[in-house]
């Protein structure tokens, strides 16, 4: 089976659209958070997940869509999800409320762990970015694949027993060129293979003037997307 696999979307409603035209033969897909929140397109998206129904885990920007009491140290992200808890529809709501945060799966005899972060216990010094093999080894070593997101970074890792991939950000790329990632991964093969993708910037821009999204995020968009 193919499995279409992405994460970071963040509301980026015409980079779904261009993710869904590279994806080709895709049987099923991968959600790993964050697909609310920084970029116009909520609904957009949540209803095409609705429809799509992809084995889903929940990131912190749909954790704080869900809990006013949690706010972001950047301005610009509290500022969307702000603007977001008045935007999304009642169904889409209720669909989040019905996610959770990790998620065991076996695809073709491939046992499969999916989460948004990787354990707080594997980071280096804190850091998001940092691991230690052998300590993602024994936490997640009997699995076959771990996908995880929130770093925004495309990143294959081949453990003792284990291979850790993050697709990437399909919605907010942080790649040097500005590029979008999602992940293929074969379930017979148990290999996977990051796609990269433009993301086509008009769509978005005049989303943000017309629905009051901050600013900031037409700079990062004519940045390609640093912040």
Not at 51 to 63: I, L, T
Not at 97 to 103: A, D, K, P, Q, S
Not at 123 to 141: E, M, Q
Request: one cysteine or more.
């Amino acid at each position: 089976m193919l499995v279409g696999v992405y994460s970071d979307l963040h509301s980026n409603w015409p980079a779904l659209n261009q993710m869904i035209e590279c994806a080709g033969n895709v049987e099923k897909w991968i959600c790993l958070g964050d697909s609310v929140g920084l970029f116009p397109g909520v609904n957009e998206v949540i209803d095409w997940q609705r429809f799509e129904k992809p084995y889903f885990v929940q990131g912190d920007h749909e954790e704080a869509l869900l809990n006013p009491t949690l706010k972001f140290t950047s301005f610009t992200a509290n500022h969307s999800i702000d603007l977001q808890r008045k935007q999304i529809s009642p169904i889409n709501r209720t669909y989040l409320l019905n996610t959770t945060e990790h998620l065991s799966l076996n695809l073709e005899n491939c046992s499969i762990f999916l989460t948004h972060f990787l354990s707080q216990e594997a980071r280096i010094d804190a850091n998001k970015y940092l691991f230690n093999l052998k300590s993602l080894d024994l936490l997640y070593g009997l699995y076959d694949v771990v996908f995880f997101g929130h770093t925004h970074f495309p990143l294959a890792i081949k453990g003792k027993t284990t291979q850790y991939y993050n697709p990437g950000s399909a919605g907010f790329p942080v790649t040097k060129d500005g590029k979008a990632s999602f992940l293929i991964f074969d379930t017979k093969t148990q290999k996977g293979e990051h796609v990269f993708f433009n993301i086509k910037p008009s769509w978005l821009i005049n989303s943000i003037k017309k629905n009051s999204y901050h600013k900031r995020l037409e700079e990062y968009i004519k940045n390609k997307f640093v912040w």
